[in-house]
């Protein structure tokens, strides 16, 4: 297999034997497609499917990765620019992530061979995410920091792959600046107590030094609601969709429900995924679009407020918000009209059975749009 690989290799990137997979990266608090995963995959006349454990380690071994890679940025880039043309404003399109190998930046000046892509293609660098697994930041040190330093200049987000992998996540973590940790699916593999507090205390500790996380390996309603209810903004699993053609891979999930996250939602979610969701204290976040009241988070804490005063659901809660005419529902409307006109955060308090409910509110305005939501 290693010979043919490098017999063919040449042969398969000149007649388009290396395609381009989709897999989706969904946002954990509205199940919107938020971003997708570029993978390769070798589909050869002969052989059929060749397996990436079986290529990569061979164009690895043999210095031609950058080759892979450089190609599978192109084809990102090449369909970008497609797609654009037709979409015509850019809505609708996702940032999609490529993951570059440690030895890339040893072999070429793969930064610049990006930003040449990017640049020809048209295409934002905010459109194109960079992931670099752990192993690359203990291999060759100074070469990755240089690397890092100038994607960042140019407005990529850089990822580190893997997280928890391998035995130095917290010095490199602590060395480098990254958007994003993509936590190790292997903590996913044996879904035990013990995993859950790892992988709640990783996506803490991200929140507390201003990191995304994006958790791998999502198989199970379970495991989703999980990683929604500890505050992991993305999540990326064979649950939501297995890796496929671009355009198969999208309509996989439209024809799910899933609707594709705009520009300006990614800016407005992002701003939410900052929040700790493992405050002990009762907590829901609420959306208020002008018009109705959704609740799109609560913790178990306030569930059970609720239902100490007779609310049973958060559907049931929406309701009762939502009802023209309540003393509640024209309090709030009131409160959370005078945060609009302020653009100032604001806190009020209401009576709810035996205990005072806590609101505060603010209001986020996409520049793009210039919608509001509260």
């Known amino acids: 297999m290693e010979d043919y690989i490098l017999e063919h290799f040449d042969e398969a990137l000149e007649k388009n034997w290396i395609k381009v997979y989709f897999q989706p990266i969904v946002r954990s608090l509205t199940g919107d497609v938020c971003g997708a995963e570029a993978l390769a995959r070798w589909i050869d006349p002969d052989r059929g499917m060749i397996n990436t454990s079986d290529f990569i380690p061979v164009l690895e071994e043999n210095g031609l990765i950058y080759r892979l890679d450089c190609l599978i ?11 654009k043309e037709r979409i015509g404003t850019g809505a609708g399109l996702i940032p999609v992530s490529v993951n570059i190998s440690r030895l890339d930046f040893g072999l070429t000046n793969m930064v610049k061979n990006i930003e040449d892509l990017i640049v020809a293609n048209k295409m934002p660098s905010d459109m194109l995410n960079i992931e670099i697994t752990e192993s690359a930041f203990v291999s060759d040190e100074e070469a990755i920091r240089k690397a890092v330093d100038e994607l960042h200049a140019l407005g990529f987000k850089v990822c580190m792959d893997d997280f928890g992998s391998g035995y130095s996540s917290l010095n490199v973590l602590k060395d480098y600046d990254f958007d994003e940790l993509k936590i190790d699916m292997e903590f996913l593999a044996n879904f035990s107590e013990k995993s859950r507090k790892i992988v709640s205390s990783i996506v803490r500790m991200a929140k507390d030094i201003g990191v995304q996380t994006l958790s791998e390996g999502v198989e199970t309603r379970e495991e989703y609601e999980f990683l929604k209810g500890i505050g992991c903004e993305k999540i990326q699993g064979f649950y939501f969709g297995r890796p496929d053609t671009p355009e198969e891979a999208l309509n996989h999930c439209v024809e799910k429900g899933m ?14 995924g900052r929040l700790d969701f493992m405050d002990s204290r009762s907590m829901a976040l609420f959306e208020d679009d002008g018009k109705v009241v959704k609740n799109i988070f609560a913790n178990e804490e306030y569930r059970l407020a609720l239902k100490s005063n007779g609310t049973r659901t958060m559907a049931e809660a929406e309701r009762k918000i939502n009802h023209v005419g309540t003393g509640m529902h024209q309090h709030l409307r009131k409160f959370v009209d005078q945060v609009e006109r302020t653009g100032e955060e604001g806190v009020t308090t209401y009576p709810s059975g035996t205990q005072y409910m806590e609101v505060k509110a603010s209001t986020f305005m996409s520049l793009e749009t210039g919608s509001r939501r509260k």
């Open 73 to 83: 940025v192109e084809k990102i880039c090449t369909g970008f620019k497609w797609k």
């Open 259 to 272: 609707k594709i996250e705009t520009r300006p939602e990614e800016e407005y979610y992002d701003k939410i």
